[in-house]
């Protein structure tokens, strides 16, 4: 656990010293915070709805650029040698970028509690949906985060690790898109595996422990790949 | 103290390590040494429990590399081939990092970097991002790196490529002195260095060791062969073919002089004197005798015969 979180903080470092999280965390704001004073002005609602509804798309884009670096850059350097002849586990590295990543993200969601006071000052919002949204954000977020990671273990290049990335995120969100081609079964199945079939469930302001098992799963499964992925030692 | 036991490591089909068989003694300093792609780096790779052996098994004091991997690592500094280093950092910063997730107690790390900076010449660049550095300070922190939880084994892959020659004199009294105490491996393409260096050299050619003895061993091992200086100025260029036809000694190396004459590097396997032979060879031949002595044999001979030979038929 220990050495998780020394690997997590270095991430954080490493994030923190560039523009690159300052980046991510400025646009997310900026663009949230566009759409949210859209429907605040515009259509006069006080409501988070249109942000909530956008922020699976936004992140499509957002958490793949976090987490593109995180393997890619480590193997074109070498670095990941060095780290693996350490006395830890793949697993613990695995785990501290995720942490890395996750705390990034989580944070680039707090901020937007700014428009929530903002909000709760101007009308009256529906806190369980606000609430409801908020954690099915979190969970989104650690998904995404993990399948980030485990594009960034395919390759060497950053750019393809993005690429990679945003492909499975949108495969996964499209899922649940598609279904009225397909038979009913085969239909249940893909809107199982949907990320935004949850997710909207979730938006409701209805916190079932199946949605919730699926963030999970969906998490650890790409964590197995990555694992298994980083236990053949690619070069 | 290292044992390692008829280690292959295939990638795929290629076998880059082939039944490789050494032990390490505790103090030893070791040179790996072999033309690239011989299986330095993978040999070292699978020492440090980076790679799994295909076949065979690696002990560390008695510890298994593939069930023990992180009580190896533990007794183990590594510094990769190319020296991979986190370029954002600062050196205090990185090897602050190392020392945390080496498990050293966070109130002892600022006295390890001290004594870090000391012994590797880190004081004055502490303070700066290691991407700064010039390569023979990255040098320096990748080693400072590898030895600051003070580890019994070092295992330094090219050490000293790419320096200049201030450099590598530095960094090779430093190994000298971490080698006082600690069980080095090195590996090098420089034959120097291991006769500066090491203690013992192991000669490694497509995967397969091909010598194993101190240095001044190896070179008394090939006292057997003799290395001659021949050259001739011929009318006819087929110099090379009546050589490779007369068959008693292999050419090492040819280079055309400013008056037209052909200076040959001759390595024969046998003690025979072959200045005659050549002597009446050129004779026959009826080219002109411009040279011909023997020449001290020396450890760069027996690489380049071990490694030079070995090569498939
Ligand atoms: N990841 C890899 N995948 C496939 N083949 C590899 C890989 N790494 C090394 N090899 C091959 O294994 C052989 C041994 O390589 P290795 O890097 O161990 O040699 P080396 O002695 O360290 O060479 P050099 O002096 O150039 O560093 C080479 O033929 C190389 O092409
Ligand atoms: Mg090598």
């Known amino acids: 656990m220990k050495t998780t979180w020394t690997l997590a903080k270095r991430e954080l470092n490493a994030a923190f010293d560039s523009p690159t999280a300052y980046v991510v965390l400025i646009a997310f704001l900026l663009i949230v915070g566009w759409f949210f004073s859209n429907t605040l002005f515009l259509s006069n609602v006080a409501s988070l709805r249109t942000v909530f509804d956008l922020a699976p798309l936004i992140f499509m884009f957002f ?12 193997r074109r350097a070498g670095t990941l040698e060095l780290l693996l002849t350490m006395p830890v586990r793949d697993r613990h590295v695995i785990l501290g970028k995720l942490m890395a990543v996750t705390m990034l993200l989580w944070s680039a969601i707090g901020l937007t509690v700014i428009y929530a006071l903002t909000l709760a000052v101007l009308g009256d919002p529906d806190s ?84 919730v098992l699926y963030y999970l799963s969906v998490t650890l499964f790409a964590g197995l790949l990555t694992a298994y992925n980083l236990a053949r030692r690619p070069e | 103290m290292i044992e390692v036991r008829g280690l292959t490591k295939r990638y795929g089909a290629e076998k880059a ?6 032990d390490v003694e505790h103090g030893e300093i ?16 699978v020492i440090t429990c980076y790679l799994p052996p295909t076949e065979g098994s690696v002990l560390v004091d008695g510890l298994d590399v593939t069930r023990d991997a992180l009580a190896v690592r533990r007794r183990i500094g590594y510094l990769p081939e190319h020296t991979p280093l986190y370029g954002e950092m600062t050196v205090f910063d990185y090897l602050t990092f190392v020392a945390d997730v080496r498990g050293i107690p966070g109130p002892e790390i600022p006295r390890r970097i001290g004594v870090m900076a000391e012994v590797c010449g880190l004081g004055e660049v502490l303070a700066k991002r290691i991407e700064t550095l010039s390569k023979g300070y990255r040098q320096r922190v990748g080693i400072a790196q ?18 200049d020659p201030n450099q590598i004199a530095e960094i090779r009294d430093l190994i000298r002195s971490l080698g006082k ?14 006769e500066a260096s090491c ?47 007369w068959g008693r000694a292999r050419i090492l190396d040819r280079e055309t002089d400013g008056d037209g004459s052909v200076l040959f590097d001759l390595l024969s396997e046998t003690s025979d004197d072959l200045r005659p032979e050549l002597f009446h060879l050129a004779v026959d031949q009826g080219w002109v005798l411009t040279e011909l002595h023997h020449r001290q044999i020396d450890l760069e001979d027996v690489f380049r015969r071990l490694t030079t030979e070995a090569a498939p038929a």
Do not use: C, W
């Open chain 1, 63 to 74: 958490v793949p650029a976090v987490t593109m670096a995180t393997f890619a850059e480590e």
């Open chain 1, 128 to 211: 369980g949906a606000v609430a409801g949204g908020y954690f099915g954000l979190m969970l989104l977020a650690l998904s995404y985060g993990a399948i980030g990671i485990f594009a960034s273990s395919l390759t060497r290049n950053q750019i393809v690790a993005f690429i990679l990335g945003f492909a499975i995120i949108f495969t996964l969100f499209m899922m649940d898109k598609v279904t009225e081609f397909l038979p009913g079964s085969l239909a249940g199945i893909l809107e199982y595996l949907s990320i935004d079939y949850h997710y909207r469930n979730l938006l409701r302001g209805v916190i079932d422990s199946r949605d």
């Open chain 2, 17 to 22: 390590v082939d039944g490789i068989s050494f």
């Open chain 2, 30 to 45: 070791l040179g790996f040494l072999g033309p690239n792609g011989a299986g330095k780096t993978t040999t070292m790779k």
């Open chain 2, 146 to 163: 590898a030895i600051i939880h003070d580890p019994p084994i070092l295992i330094l892959d090219e050490p000293t490529s790419g320096l």
């Open chain 2, 181 to 194: 105490e600690k069980t080095v491996i090195l590996s090098t393409h420089i034959l120097s260095e291991v």
């Open chain 2, 199 to 245: 203690d013992r050299v192991l000669i490694i050619n497509r995967g397969r060791l091909v010598a194993d003895g101190a240095p001044s061993e190896l070179q008394a091992h090939a006292v057997g062969g003799q290395r001659i200086r021949f050259g001739v100025q011929a009318a006819n260029g087929a110099v090379e073919e009546v050589l490779a036809r």
